[in-house]
Structure formats: C-alpha cells, structure tokens
C-alpha cells in the first residue's frame, strides 16, 4: 500500500515562501511520476505541478516561474518550492503518485493534503 504523507504547509503573508514535502512509502518511486495538486474552497481540484520518473517538469500556468517541482529518489520525497506567494495559491495541497512514469492521466495515490494560506 502505498502512503503519502505531506508537510511544509501554513500560514504565510503575501510574497513569502513556503516548501512542501511528500515521503512516499510502500512504493517503488523512482518509477512513478508525481505531482502536485491544489484544490481551493469552492473549486475543483487543479493539477500545480508533475514529475516524470526521469525528472522531467512541468508546471500550470498560474505557477510558472514561482513554484518548482523537484524530486529526491533516494529519500522518496518529492518537494514543491514556492516562491512570491499570492493570497489566490491559498487551498489545500496534495501529493500524488502516478502509475506510470509519466504524470499523464489520473493520479493513482494521494495524501491527505496539507493547508497552505496567504495572507494579504
């Protein structure tokens, strides 16, 4: 079964940083494509950012230039670096694992979500 478990959420004020963790267990990992999701009050859930199992990224389009995706095999944790927060990134944020090497289609697993709010 495999499990991930998120941290690096909380509070910050408008233009701060924040990075986001996910270790990941039970799984292979260095195969799967992981990402990142955000869902807000009210709205769907939206694809942040995806890794392929050969570190390949990419990222939404609200998010370029601020957030980076990144992965350590080796510990098992993917990382979300974000950077010049706006109040509009505030929702809750999850990790998930593809099946596939690549982040395409649908997320197998997630976590439970970790908040992040931005405050202005």
């Known amino acids: 079964q495999v499990q991930l478990v998120e941290s690096g959420g909380g509070w910050v004020q408008d233009g701060g940083s924040l990075r986001l963790s996910c270790a990941a267990s039970?799984?292979?990992?260095?195969?799967?494509?992981m990402g990142w999701y955000r869902q807000a009050p009210g709205k769907q859930r939206e694809l942040v950012a995806g890794?392929?199992?050969?570190?390949?990224?990419n990222h939404a389009g609200s998010v370029k230039a601020r957030f980076t995706i990144s992965r350590d095999n080796a510990k098992k944790t993917v990382y979300l670096q974000m950077n010049s927060l706006k109040p509009e990134d505030t929702a809750v944020y999850y990790c998930s694992q593809y099946r596939s090497a690549l982040p395409v289609g649908t997320p197998a697993y997630w976590g439970q979500g970790t908040q992040v709010t931005v405050s202005s």
């Open positions: 039970g799984s292979t990992f260095s195969a799967n494509a």
């Open positions: 890794i392929s199992s050969a570190g390949l990224t």
